[in-house]
């Protein structure tokens, strides 16, 4: 097998490293933007690697949606599978590249976009082969979890923690998307549609993330035996609805997601029979991410033309419905902070939303954990959670 690698920075670079020697699969040419001299020999156009007849797999590690997402139509068109590591432009595309590739007999895989080197993609795929999907979750965004450790261990500031992980190479110098929740939800976003065969818009999924999170906000969560953390949720009900949230959450001290440090991801399905799996580990970094892009490789190999295109059979477009699903939240905002009643978790996302835009910076997190707060049990006449905002079933 001969690959040719787009973007040869942390992931890519990995990639060329654990491929180096092995007689199966060989780096035939590299396209990236600056192109270091023991690479030289292998320094390529686009234009060469898509009109090169011996190259059958484009890996992209690039990064970003555009122009990644243009190049990977044409490297399909052209008949050459693609493996990715980026997340974004899986999210922001994913019917259209997927359904191109089916087109072309191509395979798409993405393995490393969600959870770095835990093979939590092929997890959900393997499991919905013999079980039904019903939920799934967790911590997924690695730099968030490494902020939130810092703060809450270090007693960092939310600045202080980011600085860190900025000078460490955790965060990126705009770290909108890790704080406001969005690199989350894009990995949310993957996972259910993996999960549930669907295909969800990704502004659609709600998401809020820890940019406004303050030292007293960790102190309201510790009155209540919590700690916070930046994690998912997204459950499909019997008649096919999607409920679907990325959160800061109040997690119980003795919640398995409590115990994830730095940058540790967790991330959890309940299948219908087969109950709760879970899976954990690190959820970035070079040689873990570019193995998950090694075993994409490695299953493209064996298994083209059976599987061309990976993890779902169908792409139905779906929209989620948060409505009717009862939740209880801790928001602080300019008027001090308060945990609600419950409330209908479409409706608070929209009240929620609205309040940054007029101006209120809002810090807010669901409470995973109801029952232990005072009216905690729900009064009769209030609607039944549809899908109860509890952690995950214990194993
Ligand atoms: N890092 C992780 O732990 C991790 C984990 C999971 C998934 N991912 C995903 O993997 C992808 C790559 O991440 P990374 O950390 O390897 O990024 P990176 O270190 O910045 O590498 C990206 C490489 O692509 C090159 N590049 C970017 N845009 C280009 C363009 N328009 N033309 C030519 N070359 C271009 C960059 O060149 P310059 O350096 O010259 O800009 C760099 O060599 C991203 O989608 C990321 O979300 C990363």
New binding site residues.
């Given amino acids: 097998m001969k690959i040719a690698i787009?973007?040869?920075?942390?992931?890519?670079?990995?990639v060329e490293i654990l491929l180096r020697g092995r007689p199966d699969i060989s780096v035939k040419r590299i396209?990236?933007?600056?192109i270091p001299a023991e690479y030289a020999a292998l320094d390529s156009s686009l234009e060469t690697i898509l009109q090169d007849p011996e190259i059958d797999t484009v890996v992209?590690?690039?990064?970003?949606v555009e122009?990644?997402h243009t190049w990977l139509c044409e490297a399909i068109r052209a008949g050459k599978n693609v493996v990715?590591?980026?997340?974004?432009?899986v999210a922001a595309h994913y019917r259209e590249l997927a359904e191109l590739a089916a087109e072309h007999g191509a395979a798409f895989r993405f393995s490393?976009?969600v959870g770095?080197g835990i093979p939590w993609l092929t997890g959900l795929e393997q499991i919905k082969r013999a079980d039904k999907i019903d939920a799934l979750g967790g911590i997924m965004n690695?730099t968030c979890n490494l902020i939130l450790s810092r703060m809450i261990r270090n007693g960092r500031t939310l600045a202080e923690a980011l600085a860190e992980a900025q000078a460490e190479g955790y965060a990126e110098r705009d770290p909108s998307a890790d704080i406001d929740g969005l690199d989350a939800r894009r990995k949310l976003l993957i996972s259910a549609n993996t999960a549930f065969d669907c295909v969800l818009p990704e502004e659609s999924v709600p998401a809020f993330g820890i940019r406004h999170l303050q030292p007293e906000d960790l102190e309201a969560a510790a009155v209540w035996h919590c700690t916070v953390r930046l994690s998912n949720r997204a459950f499909r009900e019997e008649d096919g609805r999607i409920r679907i949230l990325t959160a800061p959450v109040f997690v119980p001290l003795d919640d398995p997601e409590a115990t994830v440090w730095d940058c540790g991801n967790r991330l959890w399905c309940q299948a219908a029979r087969g109950g709760l799996y879970s899976f954990g580990g690190i959820?970035?970094?070079?040689f873990?991410?570019a193995q998950s892009v090694v075993q994409d490789l490695l299953d493209i190999k064996e298994k083209t033309p059976e599987r061309p295109v990976f993890y779902q059979k169908g792409f139905a477009p779906a929209v989620p419905d948060n409505r009717g699903w009862m939740t209880r939240w801790y928001v602080r905002g300019a008027a001090g902070s308060c945990i609600t009643e419950w409330r209908d978790t479409a409706e608070f996302v929209q009240e929620i939303q609205a309040r940054p835009a007029a101006g209120e910076p809002v810090f807010t997190a669901l409470i995973v954990c109801p029952s232990a707060l005072p009216g905690g049990s729900r009064t009769s006449g209030t609607a039944a959670p549809a899908a109860p905002a509890a952690a995950p079933p214990r194993a």
């Fill in positions: 787009m973007g040869l920075g942390t992931i890519g670079g990995g396209f990236t933007r600056h992209e590690t690039l990064g970003g122009p990644v990715t590591a980026n997340k974004a432009v490393a976009a770095g690695a959820g970035a970094g070079r873990s991410t």
